[in-house]
């Protein structure tokens, strides 16, 4: 143990001055603005279990995300085993939180594995968290949903720009009033929200289904992910619009889930050379 905590006791003493004040953590039901971090430099991924010691898992866990999916060993969802409802919305809360894009949004639910889970908001990363057969993507979205016990699943599609300039309408929707928040903290309203495409893209198409974690702090695991395989199509000048908010905001992939963390291998050799 005396590497991990030489390790952890470093990190923590490297972010506790380094981390932007103005970056905060999401979580489903909110803002925590005591758990700052980022995703560049020393307020990086790997810094994150020395913000908080709650974020433990973050440097431990042996079941994280996001991950690098295998399409030919993993879990698929079996066909009519996901009920995702997404009823029209007339507009929703876009906010610019400084690390990403969030949209909070509570009127739909998903249906898995005999629960129920209730949408919480959906936000984005650029580039993808997720890799497929090392692949990545210029940009992925996650919907965050949670049980009434706080059980958390998310649904997360991939997208692919467009070579001929396609996008699916409801993010056409979302994305366009961003210039009005190019500032962190600043938040407006999207123009109405119809999610028939995206719901008929998800139901048309395979699904990845694994059990990690939290892609930020504190890393929870024993969150079920599900994954469409299909890319969504994305225009660049809504890509490049997004990116220019977003920036990066993408953790690096882990360890395949039940293996050791990559945090704590990395310890283990740098004890051992010293």
């Not at 949408?119 to 009434?148: D, I, K, R, W």
């Not at 991939?158 to 190019?182: K, M, Y």
């Not at 990066?248 to 992939?253: F, L, V």
């Amino acid at each position: 143990m005396k590497f991990v905590i030489a390790l952890l006791l470093l990190i923590a003493g490297a972010s506790a001055s380094c981390i932007h004040s103005s970056v905060m953590r999401r979580v489903a039901d909110g803002l925590d603005d005591a758990n700052r971090f980022n995703y560049t430099g020393l307020g990086s991924p790997l810094s994150w279990y020395g913000l908080n010691e709650a974020n433990e898992a973050c440097a431990k866990g042996k079941h994280q995300s996001p991950i690098v999916i295998d399409s030919a060993a993993i879990d698929y969802a079996a066909s009519g085993s996901l009920n995702l409802n997404l009823p029209l919305a007339d507009g929703a809360k876009l906010e610019n939180l400084g690390f990403g894009l969030q949209v909070t949004l509570t009127n739909g639910s998903l249906a898995a594995n005999s629960k129920t889970y209730t949408l919480a908001q959906f936000h984005f990363h650029t580039p993808s968290e997720h890799h497929v057969n090392e692949e990545y993507f210029p940009m992925e979205a996650h919907f965050v949903f949670q049980t009434a016990s706080k059980e958390t699943a998310v649904v997360g599609f991939f997208f692919q720009l467009s070579e001929v300039g396609d996008s699916v309408p409801l993010f056409d929707s979302v994305f366009a009033p961003i210039d009005n928040i190019a500032d962190a903290g600043t938040s407006t309203t999207t123009r109405q929200l119809d999610f028939g495409g995206l719901l008929d893209h998800f139901n048309r198409h395979g699904v990845y289904q694994y059990t990690g974690s939290l892609t930020t702090p504190p890393c929870t695991e024993e969150v079920e992910w599900y994954l469409s395989t299909e890319p969504l199509p994305l225009n660049v000048q809504s890509y490049n619009k997004v990116k220019k908010v977003i920036k990066y905001n993408a953790r690096h992939t882990q360890n395949a889930p039940g293996q050791d963390n990559l945090l704590e291998i990395a310890a283990q050799k740098l004890n051992s050379i010293r």
